[in-house]
């Protein structure tokens, strides 16, 4: 199964809305899940199984959708989100993640 | 605590071999099925292998099959990937990770700090 995310980048300032797309090739049954990766660290889990917020995860971070098409929303971006997110899909082996989606500073 | 840390990364030679290792601790190792992932300098995220928590069952990605073999000892609550017939593609950081209880639709939590695989003559 392929992961399409967009946009690969975006430009974002404090305070913002921001919401990243992830495009599945087939229906996933909602094994959608979604990982936070600062530089030289490892991914950490934010959303899985398309809405559920890990423990410990602020609560500006939601995820949605359905099918094919799923998005994370971070509803008001703060200095610590500046970072690369990456979708990933649970569904069936092997399991496939999104290109990433970079999210800078405006 | 939770924790998962690799090593056995290096610098290898096209056709070589490289055993990583994955030390567990902080919960019930032989109860949790956990993968390998890699990232490529620069790329996304590829999951490359997993086990299940008693071993029995094993999992590959296509480009590594016949390659790579992952295996676990439960009794020293660690997890290995034997790498052999290495190819420049191969380089990546590796990472370790722990996946949730048996069921559908498996999610990555968390994962190792990972350890560097360099491929080169």
């Known amino acids: 199964i392929q992961m399409t995310q967009s946009p690969a980048s975006l430009s974002a300032s404090v305070g913002d809305r921001v919401t990243i797309t992830c495009r599945a090739s087939?229906?996933?049954?909602?094994?959608l899940n979604w990982y936070q990766q600062k530089p030289g660290k490892a991914p950490k889990v934010l959303i899985f199984?398309?809405?559920r917020l890990q423990s410990g995860v602020p609560s500006r971070f939601s995820g949605s959708g359905s099918g094919t098409d799923f998005t994370l929303t971070i509803s008001s971006l703060q200095p610590e989100d500046f970072a690369t997110y990456h979708c990933?899909?649970?569904?069936?082996?092997?399991?496939?993640f999104g290109q990433g989606t970079r999210v800078e500073i405006k | 605590e939770v924790q998962l840390l690799e090593s056995g990364g290096g610098l290898v030679q096209p056709g070589g071999s490289l055993r990583l290792s994955c030390a567990a601790s902080?919960?019930?190792?032989?109860?949790?099925?956990m993968s390998w992932v890699r990232q490529a300098p620069g790329k996304g995220l590829e999951w490359v292998s997993a086990?299940?928590?008693?071993?029995?069952?094993?999992y590959y990605t296509d480009s590594v099959k016949g390659r790579f073999t992952i295996s676990r000892d439960n009794s020293k609550n660690t997890l290995y990937l034997q790498m052999n017939s290495l190819r420049a593609e191969d380089a990546a950081v590796y990472y370790c990770?722990?996946?949730?209880?048996?069921?559908?639709?498996?999610?990555?939590?968390?994962w190792g700090q990972g350890t560097l695989v360099t491929v080169s003559s």
């Open positions: 990770a722990k996946e949730p209880p048996p069921g559908p639709g498996p999610w990555f939590d968390p």
């Open positions: 902080g919960f019930a190792f032989s109860s949790f099925s």
């Open positions: 086990i299940s928590g008693s071993g029995s069952r094993t």
């Open positions: 087939q229906s996933i049954n909602g094994y």
């Open positions: 199984t398309t809405s």
């Open positions: 990933q899909q649970s569904y069936s082996t092997p399991s496939t």
